[in-house]
């Protein structure tokens, strides 16, 4: 398999690395930053250094977007324009509808792999960075179905879990687990500071944070998190993550009057209600059990496969692995599925079924 | 030493065996719950399960009253009936101004120590559950000094840092570490499982969770904490929660006014404050060094010991441990104080001589 990867930093060093050695593939790569290629030489994360993007993707079958969010749209654009006609194109980008509607190329598929650490640069890359994390795809109606299963194949391989969503679906996750709880945990500390530090209230002014305070770690770890990256995400999904804060402070609204008036047994549900929702939120990704088949025979028109994938990353099934083999008569196209627990096959069944596609348990 | 626990669950529990393995004291208990006692009994956790109060503080030089907040304005009164005149009383409360307000004698000294355990109950308890936390002492005008240093030494030997407060400093710092963290922590959950499972948006209800979402499991960990406790906690603190939403409420929207207006510079800025915040407020608590002794020479008069404690505490300043030895006059007694770096003993120096009373460094 032949990869490019565009932009070699953390995540587009650690796909490359992943690539290598768990893919088998070669690896052609580019970086504005001549240094960071040779770089990421050295480290043996890629075979090849290119000059430019279009050396990179020449003879690629699969090509890797790892570029900054403010620089992904150009970064695509110049990677569909040069890469070959059969060549998967994704990205990483933390924010999917703005790229996804802008591209409605049949090669391009936006991603999103949850996976990143505190340290950033190509240095740091690890072939094992996308071990059990979920890996967003954001097909669209356009996707070609070959290029979708090339790709989630290679994600498999990474040792991820390639994950279909509807981008604008994406994007509001994304404000509610992962953006939002960013801008909470800077809010917490400018909070903290103000009144453990404020000359106002002498009596805490100089008060230092208590050695134990587990609860307050915790949910500050991501605060004040790299700015450079930070400030193009939250503006990348601004009204999802204004949603998210107008839910937040009518939430907190409420809380405020339940403690004000005193209401002992509406803090209790309103506690309860958040263990069973954290419960019912973190379970659900704890679901074990044996790998099962599943046979698709699936109509070969644009787009079937991303509808499948959405329907089943919609309901709660994840695809662990995939692939297609085109039948003869060239109308369908037989799609083996693999997914994990005898409920999630009985669910995929029913999915696929409510689409009208055929399919059966192998 | 004779330890006196009253409340027998992981703290009392845990407080009892540290009692006994660390400070080699004879531990008396009392429990609501027999059973308690029983199991206390079998983990080797105390040497004697009394009947009532009274008696297992019958001849006590430390109690400790370890029961839930809802009980522990009784259980502290009736500690305090039955002790001995020379008996140190303390509490394991999470909020102080009323417990502290309500308890004038000398012998009564409210405490909190910052350590606790995902599990409940005295089956769970372990001599080293205070290594390395803050234990913050909150002692009055009144607190009898010999029995504020016999509880801190006896904290210092559990492996605790015991922390001088102000009782109304130590509910505000509470509120900002631990109890707004705990709301925020319901919120998030709440909101996300809005996003993911509402009906009235089909391209999101089902989600599941990301397998890898870090920022926002570390986030939501403690919510829908152990609703037994946390209701009493919120409502027995609730006029300083109040204050903390109010100030988050308000920086919510602040945040929401910058993204709004698309304010790069201003999110850029915003971001930045919160890692220095983070900085300045979790890596004061890195502080080390050697450990300095100072010789405080205080004038026997009620409250001087508390006086120190609170202005060391105040000023950033951890007292490692202490002893104090009454001179043959009788009208001043010298305190040994050990502080640990040299910064935090110049500065413990500078502290007490602005109180007007002799220090030196040993």
């Known amino acids: ?9 953390l995540i587009g060093g650690s796909i490359a690395l992943a690539a290598r050695q768990r893919l088998g593939a070669t690896v052609a790569a580019w970086d504005p930053d001549p240094r960071v290629l040779t770089a990421a ?91 059990g994390a979920t890996w967003y795809l954001t097909p669209g109606a356009a996707t070609d179905g070959v290029l979708y299963e090339r790709l989630h194949r290679a994600l498999h391989a990474f040792g991820a879990q390639p994950a279909a969503i509807d981008a ?36 805490t002014a100089g008060e230092p944070v208590p050695a134990t305070g587990p609860s307050f770690r915790d949910a500050t770890r991501v605060a004040g998190a790299n700015g450079a990256i930070w400030t193009d995400i939250y503006l990348s999904n601004r009204d999802a993550v204004i949603a998210s804060l107008d839910a937040t402070i009518a939430s907190l609204g409420d809380v405020r009057a339940i ?44 787009g079937v496969i991303a509808e499948i994938a959405l329907a089943l990353g919609r309901g709660g099934v994840n695809i662990v692995d995939m692939a297609l083999s085109p039948s003869h008569d060239d109308r369908r196209g037989l799609v083996a599925l693999w997914v994990r627990g005898e409920e999630q096959a009985t669910r995929a069944v029913e999915l696929i079924a409510d689409l009208a596609i055929p399919v059966a348990r192998a």
């Open 1 to 9: 398999v032949r990869v490019a990867v565009i932009g070699v930093g």
């Open 41 to 131: 030489l050295d480290r043996g994360a890629i075979d090849r250094a290119c000059g430019e993007t279009a050396a990179a993707v020449a003879g690629a079958e699969l090509a890797f977007v790892a570029a900054p969010v403010g620089a992904l749209a150009d970064s695509i654009a110049a990677v569909l324009k040069a890469a070959p006609p059969d060549c998967a194109v994704t990205d990483v980008g933390s924010t999917k509808r703005g790229i996804v509607a802008a591209n409605t190329d049949p090669r391009f598929v936006g991603g999103h792999p949850l996976a990143g650490a505190e340290t950033a640069g190509v240095q740091h890359a690890r072939a094992d960075l996308f071990d």
């Open 168 to 203: 604008a679906a994406h994007d509001r996750v994304m404000a509610s687990v992962s953006h939002l709880p960013h801008v909470l945990a800077n809010v917490l500390v400018a909070q903290a500071a103000r009144a453990l530090h404020d000359p106002a209230t002498p009596d």
């Open 259 to 302: 403690l004000a008036a005193g209401n002992r047994p509406a803090i209790d549900a309103w506690n309860d209600a958040a263990r069973k929702d954290r419960d019912a939120l973190l379970g659900a990704g704890l679901a074990g059990g044996a790998v099962h088949e599943l046979r698709v025979s699936a109509p070969n028109r644009p």
